[in-house]
């Protein structure tokens, strides 16, 4: 076939499993009509017993499910209608399972008859994943069409729908159930999700916006509530930026912290700059919850780059102490104000502004954050993303013949040389130089927080902007360097293998954001971003901040994100 039949071939079978009693009367109306499509919109197709339970997060699932007063079967079915009618209204899922799903859904009931107790911690809980975990029964496509019917582009390698990520097993050990991979950007290196199989995936709160990228569909899947926790993947910022984007909670652990074996990827064998595994939830303790989980299943004796870890209580209850202490209990926050490029939009400062005054309020040191300068260790970061030229992607292109879209054709669609061993040596080299500036310079905030220690954390933007715009044109300047799409906020996490987290804080109100009027950019980049501000667009938009940590503080920083979530529950979200 030619790759626009084998595409729709694709599209058409994954539409086909959605059961004819939960596809919509009629199509969802556009964006300019309707153009937030959670809450009420899509409560309508549902039952009050289907919204009870899919509005319910992970945590309080968990609470039902193991002790046997709600059942895997109901719950699992409760999800899969959601997801499927999310699906219908912004494109969000690359494989349906509901099948199988409800199938396990039986057998998890059946086991808790007759043996009074649960399979595992998640006994029940529905689990998404992003299109880059392998899942029995189901394919990987990863976005690429010349990846359908094959195993990553190859065929008659025997592990065509039989082979399983780690994770994967590891989720259905603990007794949670798999039913739905979400969509991504074909080759996953891009901040909006779209591929030449199901097209774009929107983000269901604004439609006029990007639901972000590569974790994209888990982001808009969740946003929906046809999932109350998935697992994305993030190599400069692709749980963040959907987790933003979406409202939700999400978290990137340091490399080692959580089982990749077992993944599908892009340029896989490049080890400068790991792509990590983490969650997205609708809550702090959903994130939580399956960490701990995870963890609990000792995953370091499965993959030989997790590192032997356990959850630990004490780094997460150190901080609770400090707050609880009161008088002299204090923590320090670095807040970061620019990267130095590009000036944040107007939703973004009110966000910042939110979060400093709630830190002030609570009676936390605030220090403005000066670190290394993030063009340095981004130049690095990009450099390792064209070790191999694109061949690796170009190759997989290639099998069908499709092109690549938006921002992938801008970064990829040239072949480049490879680099050398010597070159690649000299930026490990450079790495490691920046990642010791960054740490020296953290160590010597210790002198400004006035607690006798380094800042505990940083507070700063995961992009400059509340989410990206589909129909921008990614260069607007007369300098063709200029990326919108490229925040160096997210990215420069990344290359430090900093444990951080997203927390929501806001929406963007077009009567309070207005446009910066006579507003000058520094350069071209900070040009490109400040165009693309629009009130009216981007009015409702979810405005989020991240919290970033030191390597392996996954516990602190969901610690210090309960804290500040907390005391934001004020604010509307």
Not at 510 to 521: E, F, L, Q
Request: proline share 6%; charged share 20%; hydrophobic share 40%.
């Amino acid at each position: 076939m030619d790759w626009q039949t084998l595409a729709k071939t694709k599209r058409d079978s994954v539409n086909a499993l959605i059961p004819p009693s939960w596809r919509l009367p009629s199509p969802v109306p556009p964006a300019a009509e309707q153009r937030n499509v959670t809450g009420k919109y899509i409560q309508q197709f549902l039952s009050p017993r289907e919204i009870e339970i899919t509005e319910t997060d992970a945590v309080g699932i968990v609470k039902q499910t193991t002790v046997g007063s709600w059942t895997a079967l109901e719950v699992t079915e409760a999800f899969c209608h959601r997801a499927a009618l999310a699906h219908q209204m912004v494109n969000c899922l690359h494989e349906i399972f509901f099948e199988a799903a409800l199938s396990d859904a039986r057998k998890m009931d059946e086991y808790y008859v007759k043996n009074g107790k649960p399979v595992g911690l998640l006994h029940g809980l529905p689990v998404s994943l992003k299109d880059q975990f392998h899942v029995k029964g189901v394919e990987t496509t990863m976005g690429y069409v010349g990846w359908i019917n094959t195993f990553q582009g190859t065929t008659g390698t025997g592990k065509e729908r039989v082979f399983e990520s780690e994770l994967a097993s590891t989720l259905r050990r603990l007794g949670a159930i798999l039913y739905v991979k979400t969509s991504v950007p074909h080759t996953l290196m891009a901040g909006e999700t779209m591929n030449n199989i199901i097209t774009y995936t929107w983000n269901p709160t604004n439609r006029f916006l990007s639901c972000g990228g590569s974790s994209g569909g888990e982001g808009a899947l969740i946003s929906l509530k046809g999932s109350p926790v998935g697992f994305g993947t993030d190599i400069g910022g692709s749980i963040r930026v959907p987790a933003a984007f979406n409202g939700l909670y999400g978290i990137r652990p340091s490399s080692g912290r959580v089982p990749y074996e077992g993944m599908a990827n892009s340029m896989d064998g490049q080890n400068t700059l790991l792509s990590v595994v983490g969650p997205l939830a609708t809550s702090v303790g959903a994130l939580k919850l399956v960490l701990k989980c995870v963890l609990s299943q000792e995953p370091w004796l499965r993959d030989p780059l997790v590192a032997e870890i356990p959850w630990r209580d004490e780094q997460e209850n150190a901080v609770f102490d400090i707050v609880k202490a009161g008088g002299g209990g204090r923590l320090a926050f670095g807040i970061m104000k620019t990267d130095g490029a590009v000036n944040f939009h107007p939703p973004v400062r009110r966000a910042m502004d939110i979060v400093v005054k709630t830190v002030e309020k609570l009676g936390h040191r605030i220090v403005d954050w000066e670190p290394p300068c993030h063009q340095k260790g981004l130049d690095l970061v990009f450099q390792t993303w064209l070790f191999d030229g694109g061949t690796d992607i170009h190759a997989a292109f290639a099998l069908s013949g499709e092109p690549m879209l938006g921002p992938i054709a801008s970064a990829y669609g040239t072949l480049k040389e490879q680099y050398t061993a010597s070159q690649i040596a000299a930026i490990n080299i450079g790495k490691r130089a920046y990642q010791k500036e960054y740490m020296e310079y953290w160590n010597s905030t210790s002198a400004l927080t006035g607690t006798g220690r380094p800042v505990d954390a940083v507070i700063a933007p995961i992009a400059p902007y509340a989410a990206a715009r589909p129909d921008m044109d990614p260069v607007l300047s007369d300098d063709p360097t200029a990326k919108y799409s490229m925040p160096s906020f997210s990215t420069i996490v990344n290359l430090l293998d900093y444990s951080t987290s997203v927390l929501p804080v806001t929406r963007a109100d077009k009567s309070i954001d207005v446009v910066d009027s006579g507003y000058t950019p520094q350069n071209s980049q900070d040009e490109v971003v400040h165009l693309a501000y629009d009130p009216e667009i981007y009015d409702g938009a979810h405005v989020a901040v991240q919290i970033i940590g030191r390597r392996f503080q996954e516990e602190k920083v969901l610690a210090l994100t309960e804290i500040l979530g907390d005391a934001l529950e004020n604010h509307q979200l």
